[in-house]
């Protein structure tokens, strides 16, 4: 079955996974939820910030119904997923992101996937794909190509994008780490409300992903994803091999679907700027309606129909 052959999911249809999974993967204890077949194809969808988990809440049952064995994990500093030492740095930057999805893919027998996400998410599925195109059997991530590097941070763009990114410069100031531990639930909503200002969510719908900023390093970890972007944090030396080939904006040659929203609030780029990093089989897909940022948990149907898609390819 894919997709298309199932029922038409209403967003918002799907609350809960039920019972969640722990398994230790590198440096973390990963909580995670899993649905469909143990023998299916591996699918792995990826959540950003500050969202989690449950932005798949309706794309997993679909897929799940088509066959896909599904993995959807809460990314380091959400939900339960724990680091297993007091001593390992808090560290958001972009190759550890991507370590932990390796990570989490040997320690489930998993060689394969397609992976899908959003955000830091699809941030993280564009790296495994360029860095380790042997474990991705192809991609749909949202906003494309969005693979970044701190010399690129550093460089001014035009006031007009660079106040779209007020919250990075807020994360910069040590007021912005204590005013969003403090303020870390309606700080999200608030992003939330510009990032889909067509979605209609609900209080238990947020209420639902908020519970997931309670983990102890969810902070740490926010703080430090934003201020590695621009130079304002160390990484980890022993990410540095990764972060040299990432910083030459590596083609991407798998299998890939970008999708984005017509009403996507957030900072992304135009699909002209990217198009050309994808090498392999190749396409673009925008979904109408008011779908904002969130598109999986906007957009559950459209999403899902991407991935049985680009599998297709």
Known sequence: MSPADAATTKPGTNTSFGALKQVDAGVLNVGYAEAG?????????????????????DVTPVLASAGYRVIVPFVRGYGTTRFLSEDTPRNGQQAALAADVIALMDALGIGKAILAGFDWGARSAGVVAALWPDRCKALVPVSGYL??????????????????????????????????????????????????????????????????????????????????RIGLAEGEPHYDHLERRLADFPAIAVP?????????????????????????????????????HNLPQEAPQAFAQAIADVDGF
């Open 37 to 57: 077949p143990a023998g299916g194809p591996a699918v792995m969808l990826l959540h950003g910030w500050p969202y989690d988990i449950h932005s798949f809440a």
């Open 256 to 292: 890939t679907i970008t999708v984005e929203g017509d009403a996507n609030g957030a900072p992304h780029p135009d699909p002209s700027a990217y198009a050309g990093k994808f090498s392999g089989k190749y396409e673009h897909r925008v979904i109408e309606g008011g779908i904002g």
């Open 147 to 228: 693979i970044g590097s701190q010399a690129g941070g550093k460089s001014p763009l035009p006031p007009r994008a660079e106040h779209a990114w007020w919250y990075q410069f807020y994360f910069a100031t040590e007021r912005g780490r204590a005013g969003y531990d403090t303020y870390r639930r309606d700080f999200s909503k608030l992003i939330w409300q510009l990032a889909s200002p067509k979605w209609s969510f609900d209080d238990a719908t947020f209420a639902r992903s908020a519970a997931a900023f309670d983990n102890p390093d969810h902070v740490a970890i926010v703080i430090h994803n934003y201020r590695w």
